[in-house]
């Protein structure tokens, strides 16, 4: 605890500082105040005490003690005070703290390399980070307590140590089986925490997908909610048996300190005693002793409860600023070169992406040359590379082997903003974000007060009736869990990811299975729109209906990361290669 507390006290500082430097400043000011209120208030005490205890008349002492009694009260006003601004100061501090301890943890898994999401382990080291914010909200109390407490014992000591050099130490021993036994409860309840960190972390999402009324009709109509409940109580039961597998340690912790601090303590008063019977403390003093004893007592309590529960803290911001670290050694860190305006081509190299963990590539020496204007589509069977395949082509991945040029740029080399900036996507999984109809077209896109060109998406994507329909038109919230807001059907929905990424006018458009959830009439809509917009950048549509690929001026069919086969739709149809025989099963129902 003594090598950590330095370097986490100084991390904490810094990082109040940078949110708020007047309540620092009060907050030192505050510390300050507190530790020469506990010496006047010792001293103070140790001159009434005098006359109070002396030989002469209790009411000529208490009039001669009237004014140290005064300063007395006046100094434990002055702590009082002191402590009550500290309070606010902190209350200034953590929340905006935690905020951007939040956003920081929030920005960091958004910027990380999309790779990292496939690596083991990840979800749970953002879990133990996601502990590390949570802890923010007590970090800078616990650090101002203990360096109160800090102050206070250093007065108090000095105190009692001019009063007789043998009480400190006895002191620090009745105290110190508390901090130890601090530190070791702290040690068990992160052990405890990392053990339960992926059970923890199964039961969020499944909790979620169990509870939100997007599933459950699914739910209920499925029967499953039996099942759910019985995997969410099990995980719970299995956090809860590791949980309670480590209270009998604590208790013997618990125990085992109480009972050497006792023994100490007992040790204290009676070196007191003794020493007033022996007339090595006069008896006008004694009492003085006692307070210092009871005030040291407390302060070296609290230093360590305190001292313990910053050790504990920093155990989580360590896990914190790992995760913080590693990703943000794992952001994009490529070159900084601009695209030129207009991509007119975009070209594949020998391509290699494997996924960390995986045996095979998932996409294995792929060579293609994608010209502005053309369609091309990508078909093939699940797993065959397809989504992996745009991932590279957008720069989201990073090939092992071979490279992605864009105008002859090596996305490797490219700034990657600059190349988000020119693609849309729309993705087979997406997003349905709990914003009014506006925000959920422009998304991304700087912010504008012109809805003319959200109505122009908006009815290229074939949703215009359906947004007239709804009750505050595009600032209607679409969060039907959320108070005022509606609902929007799955097919309308993809609608709207169609129309976020066309609002984009990008110059790589993607649409991943862009139809699968519409009616005939609004894929036959959405198709019409892909020809419109296709001669002003590159189209690439992928999809299981090959029926759709008659839009097309390309298409290359993937097998197990590799194109098996490429050409025109006509080509393939009478090719009797494996795009005909998709086609023949698609059409044998």
């Known amino acids: 605890m003594c090598a ?40 103070a005490t140790a001159r009434a005490m005098g006359p109070i205890l002396g030989p002469e008349p209790f009411a000529d002492g208490l009039r001669t003690a009237l004014p140290a009694l005064l300063v007395v009260a006046l100094a434990a006003a002055l702590g009082r005070t002191a402590s009550a601004v500290a309070t606010y100061a902190e209350r200034r501090i953590t ?33 133990a980070a996601e502990m590390g914010v949570t802890r923010t909200h007590v970090m800078v109390t616990d650090a101002q307590r203990f360096m109160s407490a800090l102050i206070r014992m250093v007065t108090a000591a000095g105190v009692l140590s001019v009063l007789h050099v043998m ?9 110190l089986p508390a901090g130890i036994g601090a530190l070791l409860n702290a040690r068990v309840d992160y052990e405890i925490h990392y053990a339960n960190i992926s059970d923890r972390n199964v039961r969020g999402m499944m909790r979620w997908w169990a509870t939100t009324s997007r599933y459950g009709d699914e739910v209920r ?8 409940v019985h995997w969410y109580r099990a995980l719970s039961e299995r956090c809860d048996r590791r949980t309670l597998a480590a209270a009998p340690r604590t208790l013997r912790i618990a125990l085992l300190c109480s009972l050497a601090g006792g023994v100490f303590l007992l040790a204290t008063w009676g070196a007191l005693a003794w020493l007033t019977a022996l007339g090595r403390i006069e008896p006008a003093i004694t009492a003085t ?17 305190n001292g313990a529960a910053v050790f504990h803290t920093s155990l989580y911001l360590g896990d914190m600023q790992n995760f913080l670290d590693d990703a943000a050694a ?20 020998e391509v290699v992406y494997q996924y960390p963990e995986k045996d095979k590539p998932a996409v294995d020496g792929v060579s293609l040359t994608l010209k502005r204007g053309q369609i091309l589509a990508i078909v093939g069977a699940n797993g065959s590379g397809k989504s992996t395949l745009t991932r590279l082509l957008t720069g989201i991945y990073l090939p092992d082997k071979g490279v992605v040029t864009w105008n002859g740029t090596d996305l490797a080399d490219a700034d990657p903003r600059a190349v988000w900036q020119r693609t849309g996507l729309v993705p087979q999984i997406f997003a349905q974000w709990p914003l009014r109809v506006r925000e959920n077209v422009t998304l991304g896109q700087s912010r504008t007060h012109d809805d003319g060109p959200v109505w122009e998406a908006i009815d290229a994507a074939g949703l215009r009736e359906a947004i007239d329909d709804l009750p505050s038109g595009l600032d209607t919230l679409l969060a039907r869990d959320i108070f005022g807001g509606s609902e929007l059907s799955g097919g309308q929905w993809q609608r709207v990811a169609a129309s976020r990424a066309l609002y984009r006018k990008p110059e790589l458009l993607i649409l991943d299975e862009p139809t699968s959830q519409m009616d005939p009439r609004g894929e036959h809509q959405i198709f019409e729109q892909i020809k419109a917009v296709a001669a ?7 999809t299981h209906r090959l029926e759709n690929t008659k839009v097309a001026d390309h298409i290359v069919v993937m097998e197990h990361g590799r194109i098996t086969e490429q050409g025109r739709y006509e080509d393939l149809v009478h090719g009797g290669g494996t795009f005909a025989e998709l086609l023949e099963l698609s059409q044998d129902r």
């Open 4 to 43: 950590q507390i330095p370097t986490v006290l100084g991390r904490i500082a810094r990082l109040s500082w940078r949110t708020d430097r007047g309540a620092v400043r009060l907050l030192i000011g505050c510390q300050v105040l507190t530790g020469l209120s506990a010496a006047v208030l010792l001293t």
């Open 536 to 542: 002003d950048r590159i189209t690439i549509v992928v």
């Open 289 to 305: 002793a006692f307070i210092a004893v009871q005030t040291t007592l407390a302060a070296l309590s609290n230093l360590v409860i």
């Open 95 to 127: 929340p905006l703290l935690t905020s951007q301890m939040d956003v920081a943890l929030v920005e960091a898994v958004c910027r990380v390399e999309a790779a990292a999401y496939a690596r083991d382990g990840f979800s749970d080291r953002q879990e």
């Open 221 to 228: 109509a499925n029967s499953m909610t039996d099942y759910l």
């Open 167 to 175: 009480l400190l130490p006895l002191l620090l021993l009745a105290v």
């Open 330 to 349: 794992r952001a994009p860190k490529r070159g900084h070169r601009q695209l030129a305006a207009p991509v007119d081509e975009i070209k594949l190299d």
